[in-house]
């Protein structure tokens, strides 16, 4: 009976990790998804940046899965390179790492002072608010958590059963390793497994050694989910899961039969013994990093060659069913997937200029006619779809949606006829000729590009979610696009007063590129109008203001005064 009490209490704590763990995913996506998604994309133009970035948006979702899966979406709609996302799941690898070392550290008494403020914050009224409150409420159970794994374990120091299975792991390293690998993966969480072992080392019933052969096989068991998530995907999206999952399972053979020697290692550290689990998993995650990032190019050309390229892809669209026309709620939603397709392939096309603007790479260039061509016939598609759908007879509420996702597929067709029509031509010739901008002409246009693309993102965002503070958001990003647009080119005109070489070779590309970023931004934030013009927070023209001034010059004196 005590027993069957002491495993009740065990897996009640294992699985409120579990449940804390995902309320700190459910709630930092919440409170920050969009801009957690945006700076994952947009992170990953260099190795540091890209290791960085998987460092901080797994320690933000407490779930490495998360992170290696977000990472090769973007690989499959080609938005990251391979390599770079391979770098990304090794600093995916450390963040896990860093977070069990924090969870370790002995502040599992400030639980219930987290849970009540992470509730005070969940009734706010604003999505960050509840986000934010959800993720702290996360935090607080996880701590708790910890506190309840440690009361559980304590009776297991004087069980002969338990001491004899201990002893048999003892004698075969390799099993340690699988058996643990199991428990990851059962959980899909190589964290939770991680909180586990350190409760059993607390208690003082594992071996220095048989410690590192169960944090190896955490590792190895916590890289399998992503690989299961993925096996539907792209073969984009299989060769990053999969390459992590290689790259785990060597660090974990090499270090298997050196374990003994690791643990005499991390025990002359001055964090003690009961901490052997998570410096051990920290510091083999952080090893695995160094060792494998030269390899990175190398693996991501063995990936193309393990996996190969899938069937081409029909070009056509994929969710426009005629049979849902009977029904324009599930009509509208496909229509909704649809768009959301050609905005990806928006992305994609915005992505390839910037790379060659970049590093003057004309073969991307060559990716964007075909693209084009394909958001020019989606585009029609769900036009042609959407006007039978409004045949049938629609509610206001649902027609007017319809009108929204028209626009919004009208607004990306025109970016990707800028693109092509614009960009392509403006970059093109910058590459051919072999044009420099000066520095500070380039970290412009750089930046100009950078912001357009988190704006395509955002823009996604806001057409699914139809969230007001986003689009309120997108509202003031124009704003800023146009006042950066104006100084660029006062800047730009600065620079050729003073006569330098680079302005004056460039000055009608300068120009011409800064006109069509801003063309972009504008046709972006149209996704924004409807659900501020819902809101009464749009007027029908900038000119009010002076009709108002007009009618009313005494009120507009008294403010300027």
Not at 4 to 22: D, E, H, W
Request: charged share 20%.
């Amino acid at each position: 009976m005590a027993s069957t009490i002491v495993m009740i209490n065990l897996f009640g704590a294992v699985a409120l990790l579990l449940f804390g763990l995902a309320q700190v995913k459910d709630g930092v996506t919440r409170a920050f998804g969009a801009r957690l998604r945006a700076g994952l994309a947009s992170g990953t133009r260099g190795s540091l940046r890209s290791f960085a970035s998987g460092f901080v948006a797994t320690v933000a979702l407490q779930s490495s899965t998360a992170t290696a899966l977000m990472v090769a979406s973007f690989v499959e709609r080609e938005l990251v390179q391979p390599r770079m996302a391979q770098l990304v799941l090794l600093g995916a690898n450390v963040g896990t790492a860093v977070t069990a070392w924090i969870v370790a550290a002995g502040v599992e008494w400030l639980s219930p002072l987290i849970i009540v403020t992470g509730l005070m914050l969940y009734r706010g009224a604003s999505t960050g608010r509840k986000g934010a409150g959800l993720a702290l409420v996360g935090i607080g159970l996880m701590l708790l958590s910890l506190h309840l794994l440690s009361s559980a374990t304590e009776p297991m120091r004087a069980s002969a059963a338990l001491a004899a299975f201990i002893g048999l792991l003892d004698n075969a390293w390799p099993v340690a390793m699988i058996f643990s690998a199991v428990i990851a993966f059962i959980s899909s969480s190589s964290l939770a497994a991680i909180v586990l072992i350190l409760s059993l080392a607390s208690a003082g019933i594992l071996s220095p050694g048989l410690i590192i052969a169960l944090v190896l096989g955490a590792n190895f068991g916590g890289a399998i989910p992503p690989v299961m998530a993925s096996l539907r995907g792209a073969a984009a999206a299989r060769r990053v899961t999969l390459g992590n999952l290689i790259v785990r399972a060597i660090g974990c053979l090499v270090a298997l039969p050196l374990a003994g020697f690791g643990a005499d290692l991390l025990m002359t550290l001055p964090f003690g013994p009961a901490n052997l689990p998570v410096d051990a998993h920290l510091a083999f995650n952080i090893g695995l990093a160094v060792v494998a990032w030269p390899f990175s190019r190398l693996l991501a050309r063995l990936m193309q060659q393990l996996v190969p390229d899938d069937a081409q892809e029909d070009t056509g669209p994929k969710y426009l069913d005629i049979h849902e026309l009977s029904t324009p709620t599930v009509a509208l939603a496909s229509a909704t997937r649809e768009v959301l397709g050609i905005g990806d392939l928006i992305e994609r096309m915005l992505m390839r200029a910037s790379d060659s603007f970049e590093r003057d790479n004309l073969a991307k260039l060559m990716d964007i006619p075909p693209l084009e061509a394909r958001v020019d016939r989606l585009q029609q598609e769900v036009k042609v779809y959407l006007s039978k759908l409004g045949r049938m007879g629609l509610s206001p509420e649902d027609s007017r949606r319809s009108i929204d996702i028209i626009d919004y597929a009208i607004n990306l067709e025109h970016i990707g006829d800028i693109i092509e029509k614009g960009l392509l031509a403006q970059v093109t010739k910058k590459a051919t000729l072999g044009l420099r901008f000066s520095e500070d002409g380039h970290r412009e246009l750089r930046t100009l590009f950078e912001l357009t693309l988190d704006n395509v993102r955002i823009a996604q965002t806001i057409f699914v979610t139809r969230d007001f503070r986003l689009a309120r958001r997108m509202m003031e990003i124009k704003v800023d696009v146009r006042r950066m647009e104006k100084e660029s080119a006062e800047r730009h005109i600065e620079r050729l007063r003073d006569g330098r070489l680079e302005s004056l070779q460039t000055s009608s590309l300068h120009l011409d590129i800064l006109r069509d970023l801003k063309r972009i931004n504008a046709h972006i934030v149209s996704v924004a109008h409807p659900i501020l013009d819902d809101s009464g927070l749009l007027i029908e023209s900038r000119l009010r203001s002076v009709a108002e001034l007009e009618l009313n010059p005494s009120d507009h004196c008294e403010r300027q005064s």
